[in-house]
């Protein structure tokens, strides 16, 4: 499946890469399904690049990548966040900023290159997520990927007033494969 899936690089983030966070996270359809603050804009650009700047120096407790096209365009991120280095699992994150790259297998692409990452270099057993239940185009790529569902989680998110069912999926070291 790899050699289907266009060839993305991940890499560590630059402040540079504010920008085009900023931007894409003005765009209400790249973030409806994301964690963030409803006013708009979620965040100001110095609070971006001060986000940023915490990746970075890794103060926040995220292993955040940077997203990058075969031609090297930054088209979005990929995390890993709350490592529970104990009990060896941690939760994804990932976003495609830039909707030009969308339904091409970019996300798909990135999300098996940061699973490699956690499960090599991290020594990771288990790779988590939260998916909106509504949010059904995620839930079958996450399912492609050899997420499994492992439950409900219910009124987990509030989205415009409204309190939406998250499902937590897992993969774990033993069944990725790629």
């Given at each position: ?8 690089r991940l890499r560590d983030l630059m402040l540079e890469d504010a920008d085009d966070r900023y931007e894409w996270c003005l765009d209400e359809e790249v973030t409806k ?120 989680l219910r009124q987990d998110r509030l989205r415009k007033g409204r309190f939406i069912d998250r499902l937590r999926m897992s993969i774990l070291r033993e069944d990725y494969?790629?």
């Amino acid at each position: 499946m790899e050699n289907q899936l266009p060839n993305v690089r991940l890499r560590d983030l630059m402040l540079e890469d504010a920008d085009d966070r900023y931007e894409w996270c003005l765009d209400e359809e790249v973030t409806k399904h994301l964690n963030m603050p409803e006013e708009y804009p979620p965040f100001t650009r110095d609070e971006t690049k001060k986000w940023i700047e915490q990746c970075i120096h890794k103060t926040n407790g995220y292993e955040q990548k940077a997203i990058l096209s075969e031609d090297g365009h930054h088209i979005g991120w990929v995390d890993l966040k709350q490592i529970d280095k104990l009990n060896k699992h941690a939760e994804l994150g990932i976003a495609i900023g830039n909707k030009a790259y969308w339904g091409k297998g970019y996300g798909m692409a990135a999300m098996h290159k940061m699973l490699r990452f956690g499960f090599e270099q991290l020594d990771l057993n288990k790779i988590w997520l939260r998916v909106e239940v509504d949010n059904q185009k995620a839930i079958k790529s996450y399912k492609r990927a050899g997420y499994v569902e492992e439950g409900v989680l219910r009124q987990d998110r509030l989205r415009k007033g409204r309190f939406i069912d998250r499902l937590r999926m897992s993969i774990l070291r033993e069944d990725y494969t790629l």
